[in-house]
């Protein structure tokens, strides 16, 4: 590799990690906010949401 291929991937590296960076940043972020219609995260899925509901128990 010459100086300058070094410098190519070191330049593609960076852009990749500060990519996956923002990225997860931003997930954060829009997780930590809510949705603010009474349901919980994604995982808690409408499984858990029938239990709540339930008269019989």
């Known amino acids: ?3 300058g291929d070094n410098q ?3 330049v ?3 852009l990749i990690s500060l990519a ?3 990225v997860w940043i931003v997930q954060f ?3 930590r906010r809510g949705r ?3 349901h919980g995260p994604w ?3 409408p499984w858990d949401e029938d ?3 339930s008269s019989g128990r």
């Open 51 to 53: 239990d709540k509901d």
């Open 8 to 10: 190519l991937l070191l």
């Open 1 to 3: 590799m010459t100086p």
């Open 36 to 38: 603010g219609d009474g």
């Open 43 to 45: 995982w808690e899925g």
């Open 12 to 14: 593609v590296l960076l």
């Open 20 to 22: 996956a960076l923002t």
């Open 29 to 31: 972020f829009r997780g």
